[in-house]
């Protein structure tokens, strides 16, 4: 089938547009501008969220669309909500006007479930409201938890930081618990979601089957028994990490840059509870995890080093 895709030149896009061109299905994507990044065989549509022509020849003739572009950086609530509220508005405009029955997935986030901790998480959720509210055709959210893999640019920095120090950097507690997921595993639920796309209106979390997911020592444990080499966790001095985030929000409005880390995304980050199930996505799906945490880190290159 014609898939329209958003965000395929990221790192989870990226995966899942090559897994789709290997399914045997057409993949037309929404860029800001021509990608080499992507094959030849997919076709790009340059624009963004809020460009309506852009997002109308997207959508021409298409049987699924996958909404995976938003913004994870950013330094106040407009910031997020520009791409990831207004962003999804746009595009569901479009599909009510050029293919009002398109079955939408949505790649949303776990932090969803906690809107009040940052506006990434507010703009979040307030997307999938906005899902939530569509009449004319069937929709799904995946709220993943923290995705690594190959191309990944957040938690491999981590992993990567663990492997050449040995110290486990943790930004609240070592009884913290948080879920992790394999980005193949992750695209694996969005095609297993392709066939049963017109029957589906639901938000489900999913997670790469380790069922009580991971405090900071058994991942510390994990990742040196990966990289040879003993890891200990170490929680970073929490006046410290107020000191960098607040230095960031300063230093972003005086060059306009977007931060990663804020105070919102270290309540985030200090969040005791990132723990989720697969009961719900596995139930309509019938999809299930097949990469654990060693598993993955061994398929992913370059990390160790």
């Not at 910031?79 to 595009?91: A, I, K, P, Q, W």
């Not at 066939?195 to 009580?212: F, K, N, Q, T, V």
């Amino acid at each position: 089938m014609l898939v329209a895709l958003t965000g395929a030149t990221g790192f989870i896009g990226q995966r899942l547009a090559l897994r789709l061109l290997a399914e045997g299905h057409q993949v037309r994507a929404l860029t800001r501008k021509q990608s080499s990044a992507l094959p030849a065989s997919i076709e790009q549509i340059s624009g963004s969220l809020h460009d309506p022509d852009a997002l109308r020849r997207l959508l021409e003739g298409a049987e699924a669309l996958m909404h995976l572009a938003g913004a994870v950086r950013g330094s106040n609530a407009a910031e997020f909500d520009l791409t990831n509220v207004e962003g999804t508005e746009r595009l569901l405009a479009a599909c009510s006007e050029r293919a009002p029955a398109i079955p939408v997935l949505f790649f949303s986030s776990l932090a969803a479930r906690e809107p009040g901790l940052s506006h990434y998480s507010a703009s979040k959720r307030k997307a999938e409201q906005v899902l939530e509210s569509r009449t004319d055709g069937p929709w799904m959210a995946l709220r993943p938890p923290a995705v690594y893999g190959p191309g990944d640019k957040e938690m491999l920095p981590v992993f990567r930081f663990m492997a050449r120090t040995g110290i486990a950097p943790c930004a609240g507690r070592q009884s913290d618990r948080l879920s992790l997921i394999f980005v193949d595993d992750l695209v694996d639920a969005a095609i297993a979601w392709l066939p049963l796309r017109y029957g589906i209106r639901a938000i489900c979390c999913l997670h790469d089957g380790h069922e009580s997911g991971y405090g900071w020592k058994e991942l510390a444990q994990t990742v040196g028994d990966a990289c040879g080499r003993r890891v200990i966790v170490r929680e970073l001095p929490a006046p410290l990490l107020d000191l960098v985030a607040r230095a960031n929000r300063a230093v972003s409005r005086i060059t306009g840059t977007q931060p990663m880390l804020t105070p919102e995304k270290l309540r985030e980050l200090r969040h005791p509870d990132w723990v989720c199930d697969n009961r719900e996505i596995s139930a309509l799906l019938g999809w299930r995890p097949s990469t654990p945490l060693a598993q993955g880190l061994a398929a992913t290159p370059g990390w160790t080093h």
